[in-house]
């Protein structure tokens, strides 16, 4: 698909729910471009994104998503960064111990404080930023916090070979199964090819 955006409806959903059928999963799996994908009733809404959410986990990815929202949202959006600390409580009878458990839920959440703080001084002077620490399984907590009043969420994607496309790897995959708020699927930018590669 050629263009700089593919915007897919969701008509087999409740109103203002997107989740991503399997001709969409098609047409975004390889796409060159960015996808949008809308609930049913978007465009009866208005369509303002007065708030926006962008994951962010450091990757280039991220920033690419980043990216994108800021030129989606202007001056006016509020800015919503949200990251996503493994949260291991839940692991222990699996692992059977809860005390190297706990260091690495400590670890995580520092290193998801850390990325948060980076994101936040890599932005242009004079935009502000919320940020969100979530806990959890990364496409449930960001799927929860699609419903924390964002009006789009920005998530990044795998980008493969000298094109940019669209590659879904399993947290963004996971996360169109349900989300509440339209979303936004940007892949990584362009990289030249290397004579190794």
Do not use: N
């Amino acid at each position: 698909l050629e263009g700089d955006l593919l915007v897919l409806g969701c008509a087999r959903t409740d109103p203002g729910t997107v989740r991503a059928g399997h001709k969409a999963r098609v047409l975004m799996q390889g796409s060159r471009c960015a996808i949008a994908l809308a609930p049913a009733g978007f465009r009866k809404s208005g369509g303002d994104f007065g708030t926006i959410g962008v994951a962010t986990d450091g990757s280039p990815e991220s920033g690419q998503a980043l990216q994108a929202a800021l030129e989606v949202g202007g001056d006016d959006a509020e800015l919503r960064l949200i990251t996503v600390a493994t949260d291991f409580a839940d692991a222990w009878g699996f692992w059977g111990s809860t005390y190297a458990l706990s260091e690495l839920g400590e670890a995580s959440r520092e290193q998801a404080e850390q990325t948060l703080s980076a994101t936040a001084e890599s932005l242009p002077e004079g935009v502000e930023a919320t940020r969100v620490m979530a806990e959890g399984v990364a496409a449930v907590a960001l799927r929860e916090q699609s419903a924390q009043g964002l009006d789009l969420l920005c998530v990044g994607s795998r980008g493969y070979g000298p094109l940019k496309r669209v590659l879904l790897g399993s947290v963004s995959s996971e996360l169109l199964h349900e989300v509440s708020c339209p979303v936004l699927v940007v892949p990584r930018s362009a990289e030249p090819e290397t004579s190794e590669g």
